[in-house]
């Protein structure tokens, strides 16, 4: 049984048991059939000893019958031929287990998908299972002809081998992952595995090594990490690539004080212009392009932007400034090791030159111009989201004054983007505390100098005092604040009105005018909207009037058209406010479906100026013209009232007649008649003074 137990335990175990540890077995099974045979001839000669005649005999027979010997000799031989038989069966037995077990073993190894190779102490290959052939396209001949490390890549050569050299030492193998050059010359990546074969005494006498090829997953854990900081439209590096970058650099700058960088936010202007002209699709390729000229830019640059010697001591300062696409049509650069500020601009204004050039999109030359923000590593910015906000707040303040600018940012712009911030919140925390208030400024006819209708306005009535709209609309505008400000005004300004034409009877009726600001125009539902409120306060659509800046009405002509149609369906009067300081075209002007044209303020103001009035002159008879009604805003002084009368003009406001007021002071202009002389201000209705445009 001890034989068995023994045998059982050489088929157990590990792979190798099977095919190396069948030659123990026949040694085992040989020197049984020798003893075998030595026993039994040394029994078959103590018999023949008493049966051939002439052989010696023992002096002295104990027994009182030599036949008892024979039997008692030849008993013995039986039993020993029978224990020789049942080891051979044993043997047999476990021989033909280890055959199953080996056919086994042949079965998964051929079959399996992993590489399966035994190698000694010494590197040399024992076996290779079939898979190596169906990975790597090697022959177990051209294998068994190479040491084993010879198809790993030379820079894993060294890590492979202490990992062997630790798994013989301590008896046990690591997971590790490293390449293996394919018979066609390419390189796989593996996953190995190994195990150790210890021998009788203990001691690591073979490595089991399982291979697993995992390229495909490399390739698609590395297109993931790729997805996840590139661009999926111009494959260039997005926001999360560049605060990582940001990072690093800001980490460099600790360690070394002359290190600078800085960090360049760049925007396409009008580019909502290009995509709702001629497509997103259009709008795609320009950005395509512009990022492939970007990356040109840079490379022609590097000379000037970046010093021609890495950082000492650091060896992972970045070889190359690194180009990122934000999302939409903005892009960043981040520029390495500037020697001088100045650099800085002198990149953005060859990025602003290069690009300057037609793009070729269908068939089509476009151009464009960059708005570029700068923000430079300073010691009051410390971490990459700052730096990332003081260059969209210059590339803001860039747009503003005019586009196609540069700007870098400074403190004076730090102080003022503190202070933008902080009316944004108090904003929001107007509108929640519902601080907002409509006042009424009336529209008084130059031919009767009647009231015909008011302008609603938003005024901020906070604790410390009234605000003024030039303090808070663009910032209300531009984070969409206006949208529940607006509402309310449109939805409080005609039940108003339908309030005082119940009380004030007048023909024509009274109407009311709303300005609708960009981001309130820009909303789908916008004619539902109108539609709603009207319905809800029961005012007829004639009697309100939407007033559309001209920058909006004319500057995406195919969707403001659209909008101005919707509006129109709804039976709303429309007009065209600030009409003059825009890029307004005639064409274009005559297929809107507007009913009035509002001259901007700065040019009644400015009418003692010869040019400036006749460019007055020519709106209203430009308005006349095509049947449109026009309205002078912002009159101020009897001359001003006086010329646009001589001009024919229908219409007029401002504070020469009143300034705006709450909804109690407006029902007392009515009450006291709404009239208007048209020469002079009727005593005690305003006090005529000169107010800013914010104040209208």
């Not at 990992?163 to 193998?173: F, P």
């Not at 109407?511 to 600001?517: A, C, F, G, Y």
């Not at 805003?633 to 219409?651: N, P």
Request: proline share 4%; charged share 25%; with cysteine.
């Amino acid at each position: 049984m001890q034989d068995q137990n023994r045998a059982q335990k050489v088929s157990d175990g590990n792979p190798d048991s099977i095919p190396f540890r069948v030659e123990k077995i026949e040694v085992r099974e040989w020197w049984l059939w020798v003893l075998a045979v030595v026993v039994t001839l040394v029994l078959t000669i103590g018999i023949a000893s008493f049966t051939i005649p002439g052989s010696n005999r023992p002096a002295k027979i104990y027994w009182s019958d030599p036949q008892d010997w024979i039997r008692a000799l030849a008993a013995l031989v039986l039993l020993f031929d029978l224990y020789a038989v049942y080891q051979h069966l044993l043997l047999y037995r476990i021989r033909r287990q280890l055959a199953e077990q080996n056919l086994l073993f042949r079965l998964i190894s051929e079959n399996a998908a992993d590489m399966i190779a035994v190698v000694d102490r010494n590197g040399r290959r024992l076996y290779n299972s079939p898979a190596y052939q169906r990975v790597l396209g090697y022959s177990p001949e051209e294998l068994k002809a190479t040491w084993s490390m010879q198809q790993v890549h030379p820079e894993d050569r060294d890590r492979v081998a202490e990992a062997a050299k630790k798994a013989l030492l301590t008896g046990r193998g690591e997971r590790l992952e490293y390449r293996l050059q394919h018979k066609d010359g390419s390189w796989r990546i593996v996953e190995s595995t190994a195990s150790t074969v210890q021998s009788e005494r203990g001691e690591v006498e073979k490595l089991v090594i399982v291979n697993r090829d995992i390229t495909d997953r490399k390739k698609a854990e590395e297109r993931l990490e790729y997805n996840a900081f590139h661009d999926s439209l111009t494959n260039l590096p997005n926001r999360a690539f560049l605060l990582r970058r940001l990072a690093r650099a800001f980490a460099l700058s600790k360690r070394h004080e002359n290190y600078r960088f800085a960090l360049l936010l760049i925007d396409i202007d009008e580019f909502k212009v290009i995509n709702d002209s001629l497509g997103h699709e259009a709008g795609d390729e320009v950005l395509i392009q512009v990022g492939n000229r970007l990356i040109t830019s840079l490379r022609a640059i590097d000379t000037v932007s970046r010093t021609s010697e890495a950082v000492e001591g650091f060896e992972d300062t970045p070889s190359d400034d690194t180009l990122a696409k934000l999302g939409g049509d903005e892009f960043a650069v981040l520029l390495d090791d500037l020697r001088h500020p100045s650099d800085a601009i002198r990149v953005a204004e060859r990025i602003q030159e290069q690009l300057r050039s037609p793009f070729k999109v269908r068939e089509r030359e476009i151009v464009i111009s960059l708005t570029v923000g700068i923000a430079l590593r300073t010691d009051l910015c410390n971490e990459s989201q700052e730096l990332l906000r003081d260059a969209e707040i210059a590339m803001h303040r860039a747009k503003r004054a005019g586009k196609g600018r540069c700007e870098i940012f400074d403190s004076a712009m730090h102080a003022t983007a503190m202070k933008r911030l902080q009316v944004e919140t108090d904003v929001r925390s107007g509108v929640e505390r519902n601080e907002f208030r409509v006042h009424y400024q009336p529209i008084v006819s130059l031919r009767t100098g009647r009231i015909a209708g008011f302008e609603a306005l938003s005024r901020w009535q906070r604790p410390e005092g009234l605000v003024m709209p030039g303090e808070f609309i663009t910032v209300a505008d531009e984070t969409g604040l206006i949208l529940p400000i607006n509402r309310r005004l449109i939805r409080e300004a005609c039940e108003n009105l339908r309030l005082w034409r119940q009380r004030y009877p007048s023909q024509p009726p009274l109407s009311m005018s709303v300005n609708i600001p960009p981001r309130h125009f820009e909303q789908p539902n916008l004619a539902a909207e109108i539609a709603a409120i009207l319905n809800q306060t029961g005012i007829e659509p004639s009697g309100l009037e939407l007033e559309i800046l001209e920058t909006v009405a004319m500057g995406n002509p195919e969707t403001a058209s659209r909008v101005l149609w919707e509006l129109k369906a709804v039976g709303v009067r429309l007009s065209i406010d600030d009409f003059g300081v825009g890029y307004s075209a005639l064409s274009r002007l005559q297929g809107l479906p507007v009913n009035a044209l509002k001259i901007d303020r700065s040019f009644i103001s400015n009418m003692e100026n010869e040019e400036t009035r006749e460019i007055v002159h020519t709106i209203i008879l430009l308005g006349h013209r095509i049947g449109l009604e026009v309205v002078a805003e912002g009159v101020e002084t009897e001359a001003q009232l006086q010329q646009i009368r001589d001009f024919d003009c229908d219409l007029a406001q401002g504070f020469y007649f009143s300034k705006p007021c709450d909804a109690e002071a407006t029902l007392e202009l009515l009450h006291q008649g709404g009239h208007f002389a048209q020469a002079a201000l009727p005593t005690g209705v305003a006090n005529p003074k000169k107010a800013s445009a914010d104040e209208a």
